[in-house]
């Protein structure tokens, strides 16, 4: 009967080494394989794909310890089915428990399957107008250019991400008393000195927008430095300001504004 026994619980041993190292080798050609794909992705700018890949390997590699400890269980006679039920049952309270930390997965797992947003786009998310920085399955960390810093947001919080456009509109009220050529030469001059400023990449006249009462809206468009965004747009409208000064340019009495990116 001893020897039995002993036959026996070597015979346990044996089956648990194989499943270990079943498991080990699967882990490790997993590890190689969503590493080697991850890397690829990344290399190639496809921070989407690479992020993807590597919350697939995480998972996969979940999956195979799981089925790894059920595996050893059978083989010391434990009844698995109940110990599955009884899981479902625990995880039931653990997901009431964790019910946020679900959300924000969830929610993470639809932004990288929809696509709505990569490194370094440009989005407004709930208001905040930003460069995305990084993403991941439970935050998003977006530098917001109105603000000049960094904001971290929960994945359940998001209610809407838009595309944004990586320039601002300068809005300059003219008033009507002036020549419609002094007022296109001093705008498209000025419109061309912004290159100048630190961090103004492009900048065009784009001539009327809007009709007033007592004169004309005209638009400069900007394109800065997003990570510089309010030092930038407040020198474009101090420098427009001095051009339509030494033009004698009449203004209305509107004040020249300048407005958000959206």
């Keep these: 009967m001893d020897n039995l026994s002993s036959i026996f619980d070597m015979h346990h041993l044996v089956s648990t080494a194989i499943v270990l190292v079943a498991m080990l080798v699967a882990l490790a050609v997993t590890n190689f394989l969503f590493k080697k794909s991850f890397r690829r992705h990344m290399d190639a700018g496809r921070t989407r794909y690479g992020t993807i890949t590597r919350v697939t390997g995480s998972v996969t590699k979940i999956l195979i310890v799981f089925i790894a400890i059920l595996w050893i269980m059978s083989i010391y006679g434990y009844n698995v089915r109940s110990f599955l039920a009884g899981l479902g049952l625990v995880s039931a309270v653990i997901g009431l428990a964790l019910q946020d930390t679900l959300k924000d997965y969830l929610m993470g797992i639809h932004i990288i399957m ?45 209610v809407s991400i838009e595309e944004g456009f990586p320039f601002f509109d300068i809005s300059i009220p003219i008033s009507q008393d002036n020549s419609e050529e002094a007022v296109t030469s001093c705008l498209g001059e000025a419109a061309g000195g912004l ?39 407040r020198a474009c409208n101090s420098y427009i300001s001095k051009a339509i000064d030494r033009r004698d340019i009449l203004l209305t009495q509107e004040r020249a504004d300048s407005s958000r990116i959206s």
């Design 195 to 233: 290159t100048g400023i630190k961090g103004v990449e492009k900048a065009e006249y784009l001539g009327v927008s809007e009709f007033t009462n007592n004169g004309m809206r005209h638009l400069i468009r900007v394109w800065p430095d997003l990570r510089d965004m309010p030092n930038i747009r």
């Design 114 to 158: 929809d696509e709505s947003m990569d490194i370094s786009s440009l989005v407004t998310i709930n208001g905040h107008t930003g460069i995305v920085e990084s993403f991941t399955l439970r935050t998003t960390k977006l530098f917001d250019i109105n603000l000049c810093g960094t904001i971290y947001i929960c994945n359940r919080d998001i």
